[in-house]
């Protein structure tokens, strides 16, 4: 068979460019292991490649989508990665969305009730002042209690001196 040229495989291409990568993709498929679908005749893989385009032994479609697929950046387990990833940043939006309304709902929901009880306000600010006023009178209490706890003990520590001491308590008294 005579050798093979690229202008014997360029009328199944759009361009030339195509042709070669195509055929280089092929190949380098060959060199890898794959088995050609011409007889070797004792060529080198680039002219196996050219002389299977030229006969249209291989699917050219198929060797183009296969090609394109190899040099995309994206690969399928990326491509998931990304819907994922997108679908969660639709549901982080939807759940901002739903978090703005109820935080809406809410200020609206204080407007409505600041505007139809002024009087709780002031209720509440009478009944932390009479709490307040309870606090101090409970603490007032109780350091008074605690003066008088001291004033029996000092007298108890009085009981508990001598005799003598305690008949001159006396007569001081008389």
């Known amino acids: 068979m005579a050798r093979i040229t690229v202008e014997d495989c360029v009328d199944k291409f759009e361009s030339r460019f195509e042709l070669v990568l195509v055929a280089s993709n092929r190949a380098r498929k060959l060199h890898s292991g794959e088995a050609p679908t011409v007889e070797k005749d004792n060529d080198k893989n680039t002219v196996i490649a050219l002389r299977e385009i030229a006969d249209e032994t291989i699917v050219i479609e198929d060797i183009k989508n296969n090609l394109i697929e190899e040099y995309q950046t994206v690969s399928p387990q990326n491509e998931e990665d990304l819907f994922i990833e997108n679908e969660e940043s639709e549901n982080e939006k939807t ?42 009178a409970n603490a007032e209490e109780t350091a008074s209690d605690e003066a008088d706890i001291e004033t029996v003990s000092d007298v108890s520590n009085q009981d508990d001196s001598t005799p003598d001491q305690s008949e001159e308590i006396k007569e001081s008294i008389d």
């Open 95 to 136: 759940d901002d969305a739903l978090n703005e309304q109820n935080l809406t709902l809410t200020v609206n929901e204080e407007e409505t009730i600041n505007q139809e009880e002024p009087a709780n306000a002031e209720q509440t600010a009478n009944a932390e002042q009479t709490a307040n006023a309870e606090q101090t």
